[in-house]
């Protein structure tokens, strides 16, 4: 009776590392998003409605070498738009820091308190976080919702995650919703993103990563 006990405690404890009672049995952290000075990201854009992307045939995102601000170690990262000559139409710099907790968008002010939390990890299906804050994302926006939602094949990068982000205004519930649908691949990093404010829509693709590993 006691060896057929412990076998049955055995198996539940199995059971509870890879299977339902283990909400974290498939589930992803920093690998999820890497960051390293020199990689560099090329995307395709589509366009509705947006004058800041009108005419933008791709983006190019370059991570810089890391520096310390207010004690936070953050990767400054250029985002390059080009016309399909070639030429630059825009340049943005923004300021993102990642741990062992989330990956966090200090947009282009990098003392901000309170970031965008873009990831919390770990990542897995069903896995929410959110932020209200006394700061201003794009002027109008204080409120983050976000939520991992599946997992899908995102062109040549199978099993991607699915994460979907809401900025809205807690105070003045009229501003309208910034939808933003975010796709990472494991060991690449951010591979497509869908954001919709009203009938403005921007979506970019993963065309070539080139990291200095290459």
Known sequence: MKNKLCLLILIIIGRSCDGPFNPFADSVGKELNPIQ???????????????????????????????????????PRTRLAYYADSTVKWALTTYHAQDDFGFYNYLSTPNLQYPIPYLRYPIYIGAKWNL????????????????????????????????????????NETYPLYKITSWYKENIG????????????ITINLQEKNSQDN
């Open 37 to 75: 000075a020199g990689d560099c990201f090329v995307y395709s854009v589509q366009n509705q409605n947006s004058s800041t992307y009108d005419s933008v045939a791709w983006l190019e995102y370059t991570y810089l070498s890391d520096t310390v601000i207010n004690n936070v170690k953050m990767y």
């Open 132 to 171: 209200v804050s006394d700061e201003y994302f794009f002027s109008q926006y204080n409120k983050v919702d976000a939520e991992v939602l599946t997992k899908e094949d995102i062109g040549i990068y199978p099993d991607c995650w699915k994460v979907y982000t809401v900025l809205s205004n807690s105070v």
């Open 190 to 201: 951010l591979v497509k993103v869908h954001q919709e404010v009203t009938t403005t829509i």
